[in-house]
């Protein structure tokens, strides 16, 4: 979540971290697959994305959502230049 000021990591609704989003310091994309079922052949592809803002944030995300993590880049880049 970001609202210009602050990015906060939310998991089931209650809140895992929060920190000024002018302190983002950078962004780690790692494209993976795996296996939706243990012995299943068929496999999911998903980005992995450490956001660096003061702390690390993991998320875990369908491949498909990259527009999404695209813009949550952005607004990041935004948010520190905007503190600048």
Same mark, same amino acid.
């Given at each position: 979540?970001?609202?210009? #000021?602050? @990015?906060?990591?939310?998991?089931?609704?209650?809140?895992?971290?929060? $920190?000024? %989003? #002018?302190?983002?310091?950078?962004?780690?994309? #790692?494209?993976?697959?795996?296996?939706?079922?243990?012995? %299943?052949?068929?496999?999911?592809?998903?980005?992995? &994305?450490? &956001? $660096? @803002?003061?702390?690390?944030?993991?998320?875990? &995300?369908? %491949?498909?959502?990259?527009?999404? @993590?695209?813009?949550?880049?952005?607004?990041?880049? #935004? %948010?520190?230049?905007?503190?600048?």
């Amino acid at each position: 979540m970001v609202d210009g #000021n602050w @990015v906060e990591k939310l998991r089931t609704g209650s809140s895992r971290g929060r $920190n000024p %989003a #002018n302190q983002y310091a950078g962004t780690q994309i #790692n494209e993976i697959s795996r296996r939706k079922k243990l012995f %299943a052949g068929e496999k999911e592809q998903l980005l992995q &994305v450490i &956001v $660096n @803002v003061g702390t690390y944030y993991s998320l875990t &995300v369908p %491949a498909e959502r990259r527009a999404e @993590v695209d813009a949550l880049i952005a607004e990041l880049e #935004n %948010a520190r230049d905007r503190a600048s």
